[in-house]
């Protein structure tokens, strides 16, 4: 069974893979094999580094900073880099869920899930969701930058309310980590009967 994990900046779901993984779930986050896919010398970065050559570092690797400076100020830049990066990903997804054991249960964590195409490639997606204040506070302190920008990256991804719409499943994270963990337990006993059914 494919299940597509997704969550706005902050929300949580990297949490929840962590507990599904637990449960074994084969996680495979496409934020890492975003980072295999821009790798020194690769198609796609060769192709980033003609049209953004100021992304590029002095040592050859993609400046993430930078990029995502680029992409999250305009709208067009961002479907270019996506057009780029999104079918190598999957290319990336794909191959390491071939490796999957009969009956495995595999979560493809995408922070983009329904901004893509992907979700049409899973078999049921879960959406993980989290209070706007809390996701901002997590973001400016995780990732040790200002509230703008934290915001930009939230307004950059899909409506909270439109990823409760679409999901087949959703996560609150809006208490602590033992009701997040109850939760994920219930979304486990779902997913493991609807994969046996």
Not at 172 to 194: F, H, I, K, P
């Amino acid at each position: 069974m494919k299940v597509g994990l997704t969550g706005g900046i902050g929300s949580g779901k990297s949490v929840v893979a962590d507990m599904l993984r637990r449960h074994g779930a084969r996680i495979i986050d496409t934020d890492e094999l975003s980072r295999r896919a821009v790798a020194p010398r690769s198609e796609v970065l060769t192709a980033i580094a003609e049209r953004w050559p100021q992304a590029i570092s002095a040592d050859g690797t993609l400046d993430r900073k930078e990029m995502a400076r680029i992409v999250f100020s305009d709208p067009a830049a961002r479907k270019m880099l996506e057009s780029l990066l999104h079918p190598r990903i999957r290319e990336l997804a794909f191959a390491e869920a071939s490796h999957a054991k009969p009956g495995e249960i595999v979560v493809f964590v995408v922070p983009l899930l329904f901004e893509s195409d992907f979700w049409k490639l899973c078999d049921k997606t879960v959406a993980v969701v989290a209070p706007r204040e809390q996701r901002l506070h997590r973001v400016v302190q995780r990732d040790s930058v200002s509230e703008e920008h934290a915001l930009a990256r939230m307004a950059a991804q899909i409506d909270p309310d439109e990823a409760r719409r679409r999901a087949d499943y959703v996560i609150e994270n809006d208490g602590t980590l033992e009701q997040l963990q109850v939760r994920v337990d219930e979304l486990w006993r779902s997913l493991t009967a609807s994969a046996n059914a």
